[in-house]
């Protein structure tokens, strides 16, 4: 069991990455964010969990070799019943891809899409709770769903989760900040036209790095690439920092970030 408790329904809890090469991808990752691997569950392929100082921090799995689909970093929300959990997606007009299934004795899961077509899991815990730490460098600090529209999108994630959202007031900012239990803890950012053609709505996984400027070019040197450069701004959650956005060698985006004041 990982030191992570059980958390409210609709908190982010995990993330996970399906790729084609995991041997490779374990070695980018090792090197960028400082992971050791252990076995995960095998119910879908090879999978691997991330561990930073023995905390697991998030996973990495197979795809089968026929499976082409889009490799990207997914972000799984909690629930305390993943067959409910999904049929409420089915009936507020999202999509239940894969599952319910049990992840041996971790907890149960399901792969889903919102409206849009964002991709995200749902993850009912048993012995495994999901990240056991956030905030050092190389541990997932936020999610953000990148979309057309967040107001609307927003009423689905609302229906199925009980979030509260908190908008930004402003006629040139399309933006929702989510809380369970009065906490901020995922955003929805509208970006309208601004959304790549090549991905489509999605959700972003951010990483706090020691060194953001640093951490860019050390992807660069691993096989990545660095889609747009560090930048002064906000982490999703509206607290300043330093960031960058960038993807793997096998293409899955992600942001680093360097939080202001860690």
């Known amino acids: 069991m990982t030191e992570a408790t059980r958390r409210t329904p609709g908190t982010p809890c995990w993330v996970s990455l399906m790729v084609h090469g995991i041997d490779a991808t374990q070695e980018f ?6 992971w050791e691997f252990v076995p995960g569950p095998q119910q879908l392929g090879p999978y691997v969990r991330a561990l930073l100082d023995g905390k697991e921090v998030a996973g990495i799995g197979q795809l089968p070799p026929d499976r082409h689909l889009p490799v990207a970093w997914t972000t799984y929300l909690a629930t305390n019943d993943a067959d409910e959990t999904a049929e409420t997606i089915r009936c507020c007009g999202g999509t239940v891809a894969v599952g319910p299934i049990d992840a041996a004795e971790a907890g149960r899961m399901a792969i889903c899409s919102d409206p849009t ?108 690439r660095v889609l747009r450069p560090p930048w002064e701004g906000t982490a ?23 939080s202001a004041g860690g």
């Not at 495994?128 to 994630?157: D, R």
């Not at 300043?240 to 942001?255: C, I, K, M, S, Y």
Request: proline fraction near 7%; charged fraction near 20%.
């Open 236 to 258: 999703g959650r509206r607290t300043e920092g330093r960031l960058a956005l960038v993807a793997d060698p096998e293409g899955a985006v992600f942001t680093i970030v360097r």
């Open 29 to 34: 990752y090792g090197a960028l964010f400082g």
């Open 117 to 224: 077509g964002a991709v995200f899991g749902i993850w009912q815990a048993e012995l495994h709770h999901g990240i056991a730490a956030a905030g050092p460098p190389g541990t997932p600090v936020w999610n953000e769903l990148l979309t057309y529209e967040a107001s609307a999108v927003g009423k689905f994630y609302r229906t199925v989760f009980g979030y509260e959202a908190e908008p930004v007031v402003s006629p040139d900012v399309d933006f929702l900040t989510l809380h369970v239990d009065g906490r901020p803890v995922a955003s929805l950012h509208g970006v309208g036209t601004e959304l790549p053609r090549d991905r489509g709505p999605h959700w972003m996984t951010y990483f706090e790095v020691a060194d953001t400027d640093a951490a860019a070019r050390l992807v660069t040197e691993l096989g990545g």
